[in-house]
């Protein structure tokens, strides 16, 4: 079976981590796959609560990293994480649910036919919800 992993960067998201993990797992259940959180040492206690999410889930995951070093690094961290475990598909997700957890399934289904899957707000149906101009801007420039 092709093993499947999320990935998901942190920095200060307490506020969202237990949410964005459980809607994962439940959007998901009928397609296993694991959470790998990738911390880059929260102050707010973002990777306590992952942790203690571990004893619930067997499929999370957490790296704790010793300090910030942005996102490009975590995603890098969280993929050689997953090669070095034999995983087959990355799913990449921010924490604050700007990635909605319900696509997933409908994403996962496309496996079989396709090798790479984006999705994407700036393709046909695409968009964001309470977006300020600022927040769109550096969006569409990254």
Not at 70 to 97: E, H, I, P, T
Request: net charge negative.
């Amino acid at each position: 079976m092709e093993k499947i992993l999320v990935i998901i960067p942190t920095y200060n998201e307490k506020e969202n981590i237990e949410g964005i993990i459980t809607s994962v797992f439940r959007n998901c259940k009928d397609h296993p796959l694991s959470i790998l959180v990738v911390d880059d040492n929260s102050p707010d206690g973002t990777s306590e609560i992952v942790e203690n999410m571990m004893e619930k889930f067997s499929y999370l995951f957490l790296i704790k990293r010793k300090k910030k070093e942005g996102l490009g690094k975590a995603y890098v961290a969280g993929f050689n994480w997953g090669l070095d475990r034999d995983y087959s598909y990355f799913c990449q997700m921010d924490a604050d649910f700007s990635h909605n957890p319900v696509y997933l399934p409908e994403m996962l289904k496309l496996l079989s036919s396709y090798d790479f899957i984006i999705a994407s707000r700036y393709i046909s149906n695409g968009g964001v919800e309470g977006w300020g101009i600022i927040r769109k801007v550096i969006s569409k420039g990254g």
